[in-house]
């Protein structure tokens, strides 16, 4: 068996099965495992009569990043978040646009070592006001996700995830408990997509979004990456963004956003803005109040505007915020309408920087 498996930090969410095999329970994948066999996701193994994290303590670097990029245009506008990753991933994405990390298999990917204390540390330290997991999905490394974020509420640092939201419902109630704000990525709105692109299931993410809007106080977005000729239709577009209007509500921000030729997916060309554009049109007719373009260079699309009297509250270019409109509680100044998120007095300055940090190696 290798090291990094007998290594491994113990996981939560599994059980034996009658043919002896443990069957991991954290997403919907179920992994049926023998002795030494890691899961989909690479980095949950089988080690003996337990089921291990190898990647536990282990991130593929540190970096500030403005929040706007996770994407988050309504959690603290303006403010740096130290953001890290791990490798591996329970989807299967064809077009994934951090297939270096996420396609990991050599865990050489995950060289840097932090604990939890330290990664709030490194938080506190350089100003940021939140840590976030992302780069890959933090669902298939809930334990030390769980315990970063832990760490980081002590110190009155908040927390987000960046996960496509595909997570069994049990670790879900536990994982989110520990999370301030997430963007869900919901990447397409059928399940021939999520079947043929993925090898995951629409339905068991819808169930996630569900569940954040209706049972837990965490502020989430959504994005939809728009993949020419796959997801792209006006039609799917619309029936997206009738579903979150109907399920989730209207104050949820839903961010479409350009596909670039990536992993498997190199024939297929770029995103056109004009179909973001129309995509953004088109989620706003379904009555959603919140929709931007991302991923392209257009201001009019990634400012936010007042739903009630199209007052334009936060102007952004790329990640630079240029105009502020709103109370320190996050109301609109020219008619007094509430804007949805969480907004706390002045809005950052981080702008569009984006900086590597070294955060102090595990004891
Ligand atoms: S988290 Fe990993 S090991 Fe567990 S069920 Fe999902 S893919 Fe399989």
Redesign the pocket.
Known sequence: MDQEIIDGHPGRYWHRLDDGRLQ????P???K?HDGQR???F??ARADDRIVLTTYGRSSGFCIDPIEKKPLNHFLPGTPVLSFGTAGC?LTCKFCQNWDISKARALDRVQDRASPEAIAQAALASGCRSVAFTYNDP??FLEYAIDVAQACRAHGIMTVAVSAGYIAPEPRREFFRHMDAANIDLKGFTEDFYKNLCSGKLAAVLDTLAYLKHETEVWFEITTLLIPGENDSPAEAEALSRWVMEHLGADVPLHFTAFHPDWKMLDTPPTPPATLRTARRIGKEAGLRYVYTGNIHDPGGQSTYCHACDARLIGRDWYDLHDWTLTPDGRCRACGEACAGVFDGAPGRWGRRRQAVRVPALA
């Open positions: 991991c329970d954290v997403c994948r179920y992994c495992l899961g989909l996701c980095v949950r329970n669902v298939i």
